[in-house]
Every structure is written in C-alpha cells, then in structure tokens.
C-alpha cells in the first residue's frame, strides 16, 4: 500500500522507515476489512491515475453496451451510404416565413369572411323583424334540452336535441346540424328582449352551416347578443357550477367589447367619502372592478379616489395613464379592497386631475389617441362643478363622462345625471350589487354609437386566452402542451340598420369564432424548422400568441390553473436573451426582418441549459394584429436533405409494426372530411398512398422524406431481432431500442425478457414512447427530449441521463416548492414507490448525420433505454482494485475500491446531476446538493460553469401573512347576524333586491371574517432567478484538496471517454457541510425596489395602435343619457342571489360575482 507524505512533524518517507509502516498498513487493513483508520491529522491520498484507469475502462464497456444494443454503426452507415444519392439544401429562413404568413393569412382570410357572412346575415335578420311585445316562442336552451320533468315530460325551453361525440369539436358531445342559446342565471331567459332577439337570430342557423361546409377546419360560431343570450354552433348541453348557476355572460368576453367598441382612455374616479360607507362603497369597489374587466390590452385606465383629496389608487401610476393589461387591472383590483372611506367629498378636485391626465396623454401621443372617458362613481355631488367642464371640455366634449349613482339615495340623482347628459355619456343609478354589471355595460353601448351610425364593421382579433368555459377544460389542461391550449377570436359587431334608430346607434350584438392556435401552428411544419428551430406569434403590444416555451399554467394543489397574467406575457420575457428588445420591437411594429442571437436554452423543466445561436426570420401576418417568427438553429436548421425512393418500397417499410409517425404533425389533412377525423396520420399515409383516400390533402414533401427514412432505417428492425436471438444471450437490463428521424418517423424495439421486468416497473418503463409520453415523441411542439440532447453531443459518442419523472423542476409552477423536496425528506415507503415508479431508467442516445459537399444534418437519433442496475453493476465491478494488485508505482491507497467505507464513488453527468452512488436516494439528485465543497471546488477549478438563467412566467408565494383584523365568524354577535341574513335570504324578497344577499357576505367586516387563508400561501406571479451547470470538456481531469477545519477532502474527478459522464471519487470521513453548505438549483425570487418597480409597471413599451378609431359622429343622439334604474321582483333573481348567497358562505374566502 502506498503512504501518505506530510511536512515536518508528519509522517516522513525514509527507506528503512517506510517499509516498517508498510507492514503495520497492512496490518490494518487486515483488522479493519476494507476500511482505514488515521490519526486527526492523517491525509488520505487517492491515485488519480487508478481512477483514470477505472474511467477508460467503464467508457469502453458502455459505449460497447449501447453500440451493441442501439446498432448505431449499423445507422450510421446507411446514412453514409445515401450521401452521394441525396439533394443537401439550405434553408432559406426569409423564403420561409413569407410562405407560412401567407398560408396563415389565407386561413384566417376563411375565418373573417365566415364572421361578415354571419354579421351580414344578422343585420338583415333584424332589419325585417317586427319587435312584438308578447311574441311566445320556445327554443333550444343549452341548459335544459334533453331534460324531462318528473312525469317524463320535457321540460320548458327543452326538447330533444340530439348530441354526438366529435372529434373536430374535442371530442364534445355536439349537435352540427343546430344552434343553441345560453342564457346567463341573472338573465330572465323568457323575457321580450331576449324572445325577440333569439327569435331574429334563428336566421343564422343556415349561416352556421353553410360556413361549417365551407371550411370545415371552423370550430365554434356565436352570435353574443347585447341582450344577454350567446346563441353558439355547434349546440351542447352547457354545464352550470357547482351551484347550478350559470355566470358565463357573453358581454363579459373581450371578443364582445373589443368588438363593440374603439380602444379607450378611462380615468376611474370613485367617492371614498364617509358617506360611502358599508354598503355603498362595497358596491363601489364592485362596479370599479367590473368596469375594469371591460378594458382589453388597447385601453388605458387609471384609478382615482377622493374625498377631501385627492389620492390615486397606486401612487406610482401619478399623472399618466397605463395600459389595461391583465398585470395592471388585477393589481388595480387589489388596491381597490384596501380602499376606506374617510373625510368630505370634493368631486371638483377629481375631476379636475382626471381631465388633466387625459389632456397631456392626448398632447404626448400617449395612451389610446381614441375614446377618453370618465367614469364618476358617487353617493351624490353637491358642489358647484360647472366651471370644470367648461374650462376642460366644453364645447368640443371631446371626453365622455359616465355617472354611477350607488346607493339608495336619490337626492342628488338630478346633479349627477346631469354631469352624464351634458358631457355625452351615460347615468345609471345602482342600488345593489345584482344592478352593477348590466348598468356598467350600458358605457359599452354609448361608446360604439359612432361606429354604428357610420356602419364601421371592424374586425377584431383578441389576445391569446384560453376558454375555460367548456366541460373538458381540466381534461385539455391534462392532456394537451401548454403552449398549444390558447386561442384567439375573430369577431364583428352587429348592428341595426333600421332607419328610424340610426341616430341612437344601436348595437345588436357581436358575432365571432374561435381560433386554436394549435391549428395555425400547423401551418409552419417542425420539420422544416430543425431539431431545436420553432415558431411562434405575438400581438401589436408585443404579449406572447403561441411560443414553445409559454407556460399558462400552475398547479394549485392537485389542479392546474391559468396564471393570473397567463395571456400578457410579453416576447421580451420569453425571448429575454434580445437585451436591447430589438427583435420585440422590430415584430410590434409589423416589421419583416432578420438577427441572430446567442440564447441559453433550457431543456427537463428548465433543469438543463445549452447554449445555442439561433437565427430569427420575422414577418406580419396581413390584415391581422400579428406577427410571424421562426427560429433557425445554426447547425441543425440550415440544410435539410431529401433523398427519393419508390412508393411501393418506402410504404411496405413504413408499415412495419415497428415503426410510428408524428401524430401531431400534419403529414395528411384528416380535418377537412369529417369521415378523415378518426384516422391516425399514419393510416391517413396508408390510406392516400395505397389511393384509397386520394382526395385527401397531404404534405408530399414530408411523404418523401418519411419514405426515405422507412427505408434507410429499415435493417435496424432485422439488426435488433439478431441482437434478441443471439446465442449469447441479451444482456439483463436492456429494456428497449429506438431511433427517431428529422421526419417523425420512430423505430421501437422491446427487447425480449423485458416483459416481466417492465411489469415491475409498472410506469415509467411503459410509458416510455408511448403516446402519452409527451416529452419523449415528436409532437407540434418539440423534438423528443433524448433526439434534442443528442443533436448537441458529437455524433457517434453517447449521451446517458436518467429521465426526471417526478414533478419537482426549478419553474415555480406549482403550489408545493418542490425544487427544495430533497428524497431525505420522504419516508422509506414513498421512498420505495418513487424507485418503483420511475423504474430508475437510464437513456443512452447518439446523433446520426449525413454530410454532403461539407454541408452537415442531423438526419436522426438513436439509443436505448436500460435500466440503472445494468450500470450499476458494471460500475461497481470496475471501480475496485484487487487486493493482490502491484502498488509499487502507485503513491497513495492501493488497491483503490469504492467499497470502502470512507470513500464516496459517483457518475455524474455533465450537469452534475448524479446517474450512480452508493445511496441509491441520490440518484437523479444536483450533486452540489450533496456535496457543497466539492461543487464549489470543481466550479472555482473551471471543470464545471454556473450559467445564470431566468423565469419572467414564475408563480411565488406571498411574502407574511394577512394583516386583516378580521373579526371571527362564530362571535355571538356575528352568529346573530349569520341567521338574521338568512332569515332575509329566505322571507325576504324585496329586501334581498335592494341589499342583495351575496354583497352583505362581502361587506366590509363580514369579508374580513370569511378570508381565511394566508397571504402567503397565495401564489402570485414573479421573476426569478436559477442557476444551471456545465461541464467544461475540455478539462479531462482534476483532483484538489478541501481544507475543512480539523480535516482536509480530497477528490479526484476524471472524464469517461465518448460520454458525458464523469467519474468522481471522494474522500468520505471529512465532513466539510459546515464550511460548505449546499448548491442547489433552487430559483430565487427577483425582488425589486420600489422605484425599480415603479418604473416596470408604468413603463410603456413599443406596441401598434389599432388602424381604426370611432370616438365620435356629428348625428349621434347624446340626449339619450340613462335614467333612474327600476328593479323588479323576479323569481329568477331570487334564485340567482340566493343560490349566490349559499355558495358564497360555502366557499367564504372567494369573491361573489
């Protein structure tokens, strides 16, 4: 054995001397068995050339396992056989984005036409109706058709209305040859408004279809009437909550009031004097909030409060206006609940300040330059306010003013509507909160008199967002890539035409279709775009459409959720490697262009990093708000190869039971013909091949390339079955071979004997390339993760990784802070199930190329999976010395064995996540969780690089708890007060229409006493910041020494050859986590100061106005300005609130609506 040298005081090295100690060594190490004992100040010595040895070895055992057992020689041979026969071309990335903005501008062409056709058909409805005031009609109510009463009879506005499954429609239950209507809870769905209007609308029923034959790649049609009732195609039954209410009110929606009006400058001024108090100001805070849901991301809006002054809502948006997006309105939203009344109210001040904000807004170019408006929330208004108006708006009026008169109280119900008439807006008088979303959407019906007496029918797209009204939303959330749930609307105002009301402008509602833009992604194939290249859209104010690495969702306990600003996550934020915002900027404005950029990409949940230069090509979609990018990766989106083989020789290997296509990609259109919809793309390559289907409409570009690919991949399927038949034997622990090529197209091979091995691992392994393995197919949205990380390893050399199965990943997406769950923290049960379901799998792949005249391309992946003990094993048995080893020429512990207890042996990868260790609750595990000081010593020494990486899509708990003094619910005051409101609820009912049930729950104490949560436990969105880790393979081997107080670490790091594995051999008896604690990958939360935050929130980025503004008409009737508001008893109503009331106690911490 070899010993240890040290300075003076030390252990010495003379002749005699050393070989003395030699022999006591030994005899220690007979009487310790496999350990060694030393002194305090003893230093263990590991050989660096041993592990160098053990590192050469293990290289070539695994690279001679996964050659073997993936074939790829075998491969990448074939491939090389076909050079000089295929056709190597540059990828024109201009070319490119030109071509896929026109196929996109041709099918949203289709749709726009579908939605004046409907408009068309509407407005002449109309036109030829005769209102009649008793008119009895009985049509489809979507919550009632197929229902029968007790005696099995159908019921009122029911009957039978046949429902299909279909797969166009995500597989809803639909009727495509009818409509239906649905009819929000608060709304009387027999009423003569809403007869009549349905009764009109019938006429659209043949529009819907005769659209649908047209272009059968339409999916829902509506007509949203201003009345209330949403008359949709294809009709289903409509699902109410969980209360049996329906809240879904089509005049709710942005498509409906981007439609129905112009962009808009809204200044929001609300009375918090001490008048205002309890009820009145609960209304308030309810109208303020629902006039802010009526804002899209083409408004402007500011809050203003005043009593004896005047006070914004959030002191950093002082003087200016700020774009209405979901970030801005839901802040807004939660400054408004801290509201308190106080003081006097002085309107005069108010209003002064507003007009003046709207007034430099105009002269700065800044905000909407369309519709200003003030919107006046008030108990009464006593001073003299004349001269405001004079000095600031009067004669032009060029600014609206809407008055909303809360509370009971109409003494000053005259000065306030005057306010309104004279300054061409609107008055309403709101008693209760079940009067506040229909008087606030009267200001809607004002603002589109302009453009409906000049019979402007603009089109309207709306932001991307994702329609969680439909039955199977938590399904699709389940199922479906985030990025690929959103969608975007194109809609049409409707108006009458009917000459003796032109002057009143009066809007009959909005008709629209939805847009996934799943469907128009399609339209830029992946496999023109290269293994890591993607496309994607955004808006005129630069928010995200579609983009891979848009993440909508959160998980809050065992259900996702929409982030709360899911659909205004700006370009910037995703692409947040463009600085200096060129890219955002140059697309906002409509721009065709190209750059380049050095980006860090992110693969495994953001757990992996690498480092790509990325070519951006950009385009405007025409006649729409969108712009149009494509991403080209340099090395593997700049050729693309095609070869030619025959029909009849490519499609008996594409039929192989081993082989599989893209399912998701379009390699045939199956959603023309509704007979097409239930065929798998790879039946509809048959079927349009064998001419069985020829009117199908298939892409022959890709068809040439998966023929190409079935052929030259097809020996691997008789390579494989030799491999299973050799006499030899199957190596125990070899699960499954596959490949994957540039065209979807995939081989998978189970190896024989995996069958009860995979029925162990009863998850992972089988799920492993199947359909619901997402991460791992070809889809709309990536590559396979193994094809991805293979592309950027040399080709020929393998890349070994274990899949993360589990949900813990530096995003903080979800509810649980998962990155800091570490496996110490299960017990040994769940321990023992994790192992079992995660099958600890390793994957082992390589990329295959083909290079023509220097030009190269990744045609493909190949690999296999297998699982950990296989490398265990073989680990284990290299990694040990015998004990009749020579150690004469080795200075330090010989024989070497990772055995011994005082050694810790491990495989890291090159991200340092640990692939083998003695304890088996490491595997899978950031090795700088387990051992700091080694981490930070390979970090300093350069073999390992910590890249800085960033999440503008984070979610974040709330920092300390809730300071409400809320008073408890179960008081005997407050229990007193509990059944005297239900003694209201239920006897009652003209008290509960003029206080409303659900708004008393919420007014002030009472909402108090009901918020029981946490502030900290409500998840909130942020930015954060993460680190990622790099192995720098240039730097073969290290080894250091780690000072640790009374001891000293030492640890030898050494590469294995042709992988991106690393071996690491650790002195163990050294505990250094004291002087070193931790590394993780843990994100940390970016805080900002207050005037750093100040200054993002008010910050007005560059964004494209709307082409169209409609703010004013010489003709339009001001004199039409609101009135007193009457509340009539309705058994409706009654049910509506109560229901509300019941389901507001039951889930006391929610706001009632």
Same mark, same amino acid.
């Given at each position: 054995?070899?010993?240890?040298?040290?300075?003076?005081?030390?252990?010495?090295?003379?002749?005699?001397?050393?070989?003395?100690?030699?022999?006591?060594?030994?005899?220690?190490?007979?009487?310790?068995?496999?350990?060694?004992?030393?002194?305090?100040?003893?230093?263990?010595?590991?050989?660096?050339?041993?592990?160098?040895?053990?590192?050469?070895?293990?290289?070539?055992?695994?690279?001679?396992?996964?050659?073997?057992?993936?074939?790829?020689?075998?491969?990448?041979?074939?491939?090389?056989?076909?050079?000089?026969?295929?056709?190597?071309?540059?990828?024109?990335?201009?070319?490119?984005?030109?071509?896929?903005?026109?196929?996109?501008?041709?099918?949203?062409?289709?749709?726009?036409?579908?939605?004046?056709?409907?408009?068309?058909?509407?407005?002449?409805?109309? #036109?030829?109706?005769?209102?009649?005031?008793?008119?009895?009609?009985?049509?489809?109510?979507?919550?009632?058709?197929?229902?029968?009463?007790?005696?099995?009879?159908?019921?009122?506005?029911?009957?039978?209305?046949?429902?299909?499954?279909?797969?166009?429609?995500? /597989?809803?239950?639909?009727?495509?040859?009818?409509?239906?209507?649905?009819?929000?809870?608060?709304?009387?769905?027999?009423?003569?408004?809403?007869?009549?209007?349905?009764?009109?609308?019938?006429?659209?029923?043949?529009?819907?279809?005769?659209?649908?034959?047209?272009?059968?790649?339409?999916?829902?049609?509506?007509?949203?009437?201003?009345?209330?009732? !949403?008359?949709?195609?294809?009709?289903?039954?409509? &699902?109410?909550?969980?209360?049996?209410?329906?809240?879904?009110?089509?005049?709710?929606?942005?498509?409906?009031?981007?439609?129905?009006?112009?962009?808009?400058?809204?200044?929001?001024?609300?009375?918090?004097?001490?008048?205002?108090?309890?009820?009145?100001?609960?209304?308030?805070?309810?109208?303020?909030?629902?006039?802010?849901?009526?804002?899209?991301?083409?408004?402007?809006?500011?809050?203003?409060?005043?009593?004896?002054?005047?006070?914004?809502?959030?002191?950093?948006?002082? =003087?200016?206006?700020?774009?209405?997006?979901?970030?801005?309105?839901?802040?807004?939203?939660?400054?408004?609940?801290?509201?308190?009344?106080?003081?006097?109210?002085?309107?005069?001040?108010?209003?002064?300040?507003?007009?003046?904000?709207?007034?430099?807004?105009?002269?700065?170019?800044?905000?909407?330059?369309?519709?200003?408006?003030?919107?006046?929330?008030?108990?009464?208004?006593?001073?003299?306010?004349?001269?405001?108006?004079?000095?600031?708006?009067?004669?032009?009026?060029?600014?609206?003013?809407?008055?909303?008169?809360?509370?009971?109280?109409?003494?000053?119900?005259?000065?306030?509507?005057?306010?309104?008439?004279?300054?061409?807006?609107?008055?309403?008088?709101?008693?209760?909160?079940?009067?506040?979303?229909?008087? +606030?959407?009267?200001?809607?019906?004002?603002?589109?008199?302009?453009?409906?007496?000049?019979?402007?029918?603009?089109?309207?797209?709306?932001?991307?967002?994702?329609?969680?009204?439909?039955?199977?939303?938590?399904?699709?959330?389940? &199922?479906?890539?985030?990025?690929?749930?959103?969608?975007?609307?194109?809609?049409?105002?409707?108006?009458?035409?009917?000459?003796?009301?032109?002057?009143?402008?009066?809007?009959?509602?909005?008709?629209?279709?939805?847009?996934?833009?799943?469907?128009?992604?399609?339209?830029?194939?992946?496999?023109?775009?290269?293994?890591?290249?993607?496309?994607?859209?955004?808006?005129?104010?630069?928010?995200?459409?579609?983009?891979?690495?848009?993440?909508?969702?959160?998980?809050?306990?065992?259900?996702?959720?929409?982030?709360?600003?899911?659909?205004?996550?700006?370009?910037?934020?995703?692409?947040?490697?463009?600085?200096?915002?060129?890219?955002?900027?140059?697309?906002? /404005?409509?721009?065709?262009?190209?750059?380049?950029?050095?980006?860090?990409?992110?693969?495994?949940?953001?757990?992996?990093?690498?480092?790509?230069?990325?070519?951006?090509?950009?385009?405007?979609?025409?006649?729409?708000?969108?712009?149009?990018?494509?991403?080209?990766?340099?090395?593997?989106?700049?050729?693309?190869?095609?070869?030619?083989?025959?029909?009849?020789?490519?499609?008996?290997?594409?039929?192989?039971?081993?082989?599989?296509?893209?399912?998701?990609?379009?390699?045939?259109?199956?959603?023309?013909?509704?007979?097409?919809?239930?065929?798998?793309?790879?039946?509809? +390559?048959?079927?349009?091949?064998?001419?069985?289907?020829?009117? #199908?409409?298939?892409?022959?570009?890709?068809?040439?390339?998966?023929?190409?690919?079935?052929?030259?991949?097809?020996?691997?399927?008789?390579?494989?079955?030799?491999?299973?038949?050799?006499?030899?034997?199957?190596?125990?622990?070899?699960?499954?071979?596959?490949?994957?090529?540039?065209?979807?197209?995939?081989?998978?091979?189970?190896?024989? =004997?995996?069958?009860?091995?995979?029925?162990?691992?009863?998850?992972?392994? /089988?799920?492993?390339?199947?359909?619901?393995?997402?991460?791992?197919?070809?889809?709309?949205?990536?590559?396979?993760?193994?094809?991805?990380?293979?592309?950027?390893?040399?080709?020929?050399?393998?890349?070994?990784?274990?899949?993360?199965?589990?949900?813990?990943?530096?995003?903080?997406?979800?509810?649980?802070?998962?990155?800091?769950?570490?496996?110490?923290?299960?017990?040994?049960?769940?321990?023992?199930?994790?192992?079992?379901?995660?099958?600890?799998?390793?994957?082992?792949?390589?990329?295959?190329? +083909?290079?023509?005249?220097?030009? &190269?391309?990744?045609?493909?992946?190949?690999?296999?999976?297998?699982?950990?003990?296989?490398?265990?094993?073989?680990?284990?048995?290299?990694?040990?010395?015998?004990?009749? &080893?020579?150690?004469?020429?080795?200075?330090?512990?010989?024989?070497?064995?990772?055995?011994?207890?005082?050694?810790?042996?491990?495989?890291?990868?090159?991200?340092?996540?640990?692939?083998?260790?003695?304890?088996?609750?490491?595997?899978?595990?950031?090795?700088?969780?387990?051992?700091?000081?080694?981490?930070?010593?390979?970090?300093?020494?350069?073999?390992?690089?910590?890249?800085?990486?960033?999440?503008?899509?984070?979610?974040?708990?709330?920092?300390?708890?809730?300071?409400?003094?809320?008073?408890?619910?179960?008081?005997? !005051?407050?229990?007193?007060?509990?059944?005297? /409101?239900?003694?209201?609820?239920?006897?009652?009912?003209?008290?509960?229409?003029?206080?409303?049930?659900?708004?008393?729950?919420?007014?002030?104490?009472?909402?108090?006493?009901?918020?029981?949560?946490?502030?900290?436990?409500?998840?909130?969105?942020?930015?954060?910041?993460?680190?990622?880790?790099?192995?720098?393979?240039?730097?073969?081997?290290?080894?250091?020494?780690?000072?640790?107080?009374?001891?000293?670490?030492?640890?030898?790091?050494?590469?294995?050859?042709?992988?991106?594995?690393?071996?690491?051999?650790?002195?163990?008896?050294?505990?250094?986590?004291?002087?070193?604690?931790?590394?993780?990958?843990?994100?940390?939360?970016?805080?900002?100061?207050?005037?750093?935050?100040?200054?993002?929130?008010?910050?007005?980025?560059?964004?494209?106005?709307?082409?169209?503004?409609?703010?004013?008409?010489?003709?339009?009737?001001?004199?039409?300005?609101? =009135?007193?508001?009457?509340?009539?008893?309705?058994?409706?109503?009654?049910?509506?609130?109560?229901?509300?009331?019941?389901?507001?106690?039951?889930?006391?911490?929610?706001?009632?609506?």
């Amino acid at each position: 054995m070899g010993v240890r040298s040290r300075s003076a005081g030390g252990w010495g090295r003379g002749a005699g001397a050393g070989k003395g100690r030699r022999m006591i060594s030994v005899s220690l190490w007979m009487i310790c068995s496999s350990w060694l004992c030393w002194s305090a100040n003893a230093q263990m010595k590991i050989p660096p050339e041993t592990v160098q040895q053990w590192a050469v070895s293990y290289g070539k055992q695994i690279l001679a396992l996964s050659t073997k057992y993936s074939g790829s020689l075998l491969l990448q041979k074939k491939y090389k056989d076909i050079e000089s026969t295929v056709k190597m071309e540059e990828v024109d990335g201009e070319e490119l984005v030109k071509r896929f903005a026109e196929e996109m501008e041709g099918m949203l062409g289709r749709k726009m036409k579908s939605v004046k056709r409907l408009a068309e058909a509407a407005e002449d409805a109309d #036109l030829y109706h005769e209102f009649n005031a008793t008119l009895q009609f009985d049509y489809y109510n979507s919550m009632t058709i197929n229902s029968v009463d007790e005696e099995g009879n159908p019921v009122e506005l029911g009957g039978e209305f046949p429902l299909e499954e279909n797969e166009h429609f995500n /597989k809803l239950a639909v009727n495509t040859q009818q409509s239906d209507i649905q009819v929000p809870t608060n709304v009387y769905n027999k009423d003569p408004n809403i007869l009549n209007g349905v009764y009109m609308s019938e006429a659209l029923n043949d529009v819907f279809l005769d659209n649908f034959q047209k272009d059968p790649t339409l999916t829902w049609q509506y007509f949203g009437s201003a009345t209330g009732f !949403f008359r949709l195609y294809p009709g289903i039954a409509w &699902t109410p909550d969980e209360n049996g209410v329906v809240t879904f009110d089509c005049r709710n929606r942005n498509w409906y009031i981007q439609a129905a009006t112009s962009p808009k400058d809204i200044i929001i001024v609300v009375d918090i004097s001490g008048s205002m108090k309890g009820l009145r100001l609960t209304i308030a805070k309810h109208t303020i909030n629902t006039i802010l849901d009526t804002l899209g991301e083409n408004d402007f809006v500011n809050v203003i409060a005043y009593s004896d002054y005047v006070q914004y809502v959030e002191p950093c948006f002082k =003087g200016t206006l700020v774009q209405a997006d979901l970030d801005n309105r839901e802040h807004f939203k939660l400054l408004v609940e801290e509201l308190q009344v106080k003081g006097e109210g002085k309107v005069k001040k108010a209003m002064k300040e507003s007009f003046k904000i709207l007034n430099e807004a105009a002269a700065r170019g800044q905000g909407s330059l369309c519709n200003q408006a003030i919107m006046l929330i008030t108990d009464g208004a006593m001073e003299d306010y004349e001269d405001v108006f004079q000095e600031f708006n009067w004669p032009e009026r060029r600014v609206r003013v809407f008055t909303y008169l809360i509370g009971r109280e109409v003494t000053f119900a005259q000065n306030v509507k005057w306010i309104a008439c004279n300054n061409k807006g609107y008055y309403t008088h709101i008693s209760t909160l079940a009067d506040v979303q229909e008087n +606030v959407m009267e200001y809607l019906h004002v603002l589109s008199r302009p453009m409906v007496i000049n019979h402007d029918h603009d089109i309207i797209w709306t932001e991307a967002y994702m329609d969680s009204v439909l039955p199977n939303t938590e399904e699709l959330f389940n &199922t479906r890539a985030q990025s690929l749930l959103l969608m975007t609307t194109v809609a049409m105002p409707v108006f009458s035409k009917k000459k003796e009301t032109l002057s009143h402008g009066i809007l009959l509602g909005v008709v629209g279709t939805d847009v996934p833009l799943k469907e128009l992604m399609r339209l830029a194939p992946r496999y023109k775009l290269g293994v890591h290249g993607y496309a994607f859209l955004n808006t005129n104010n630069g928010y995200i459409l579609s983009h891979p690495d848009l993440r909508p969702l959160y998980k809050e306990g065992k259900k996702l959720k929409p982030k709360p600003n899911y659909n205004s996550v700006d370009l910037s934020e995703v692409e947040w490697e463009d600085d200096d915002e060129k890219l955002r900027t140059a697309m906002v /404005k409509g721009e065709t262009g190209s750059m380049s950029l050095d980006v860090r990409a992110t693969v495994e949940k953001g757990r992996r990093v690498m480092f790509l230069k990325n070519d951006y090509f950009y385009t405007t979609i025409n006649e729409t708000p969108f712009s149009l990018g494509i991403v080209l990766t340099r090395g593997h989106g700049e050729f693309i190869f095609t070869g030619n083989v025959s029909i009849k020789e490519g499609l008996n290997d594409l039929m192989q039971p081993d082989v599989t296509i893209a399912d998701e990609w379009t390699y045939c259109e199956t959603d023309i013909d509704p007979h097409h919809r239930k065929l798998t793309q790879h039946q509809a +390559v048959f079927r349009y091949l064998t001419g069985k289907e020829p009117d #199908l409409e298939c892409d022959e570009k890709l068809l040439r390339q998966t023929l190409f690919d079935a052929v030259v991949t097809a020996p691997m399927e008789a390579y494989w079955t030799a491999v299973m038949l050799d006499s030899s034997g199957m190596e125990e622990g070899v699960e499954t071979a596959f490949l994957g090529t540039r065209s979807g197209l995939m081989r998978v091979t189970r190896y024989v =004997g995996s069958e009860k091995r995979v029925a162990k691992r009863k998850v992972f392994s /089988k799920k492993f390339l199947s359909p619901s393995d997402k991460e791992n197919i070809f889809t709309l949205d990536h590559f396979p993760l193994w094809y991805r990380r293979a592309a950027e390893y040399p080709a020929g050399k393998f890349l070994y990784y274990i899949p993360k199965e589990d949900t813990r990943d530096v995003f903080r997406d979800y509810e649980e802070d998962y990155s800091s769950t570490s496996p110490e923290d299960l017990d040994q049960q769940d321990q023992e199930e994790l192992d079992e379901v995660s099958g600890k799998m390793v994957i082992s792949t390589t990329a295959v190329t +083909v290079t023509v005249e220097k030009k &190269t391309a990744v045609a493909g992946a190949i690999g296999i999976q297998m699982t950990l003990d296989l490398l265990e094993t073989r680990f284990w048995a290299t990694a040990k010395q015998p004990n009749d &080893t020579d150690c004469s020429n080795t200075e330090g512990i010989c024989p070497l064995t990772c055995e011994a207890m005082d050694l810790a042996c491990y495989i890291i990868d090159n991200n340092a996540f640990i692939i083998i260790s003695k304890e088996r609750n490491d595997v899978g595990r950031f090795f700088g969780e387990v051992d700091g000081s080694v981490m930070a010593q390979l970090i300093r020494m350069g073999m390992f690089k910590r890249v800085s990486l960033y999440d503008y899509q984070a979610m974040c708990k709330m920092g300390g708890h809730s300071t409400s003094s809320a008073r408890p619910l179960l008081s005997p !005051f407050y229990g007193m007060v509990a059944a005297l /409101k239900w003694f209201l609820t239920n006897f009652l009912l003209r008290f509960l229409l003029e206080f409303n049930i659900c708004g008393f729950w919420h007014s002030d104490h009472l909402a108090e006493a009901s918020a029981q949560r946490k502030k900290a436990d409500i998840l909130q969105p942020c930015d954060t910041e993460y680190p990622s880790f790099v192995y720098e393979p240039s730097i073969k081997e290290t080894n250091s020494l780690i000072k640790c107080g009374r001891c000293q670490k030492m640890f030898v790091t050494q590469a294995v050859p042709d992988s991106n594995l690393l071996i690491l051999v650790v002195q163990a008896d050294c505990d250094c986590s004291r002087q070193y604690p931790p590394i993780t990958m843990n994100p940390k939360e970016v805080k900002y100061n207050a005037s750093v935050k100040c200054d993002r929130m008010k910050s007005q980025k560059v964004r494209r106005r709307p082409e169209s503004c409609h703010a004013y008409h010489p003709h339009e009737n001001a004199k039409e300005c609101g =009135g007193a508001s009457h509340i009539y008893p309705s058994v409706s109503l009654f049910l509506t609130c109560l229901t509300a009331s019941l389901a507001c106690l039951k889930a006391s911490a929610l706001v009632c609506r």
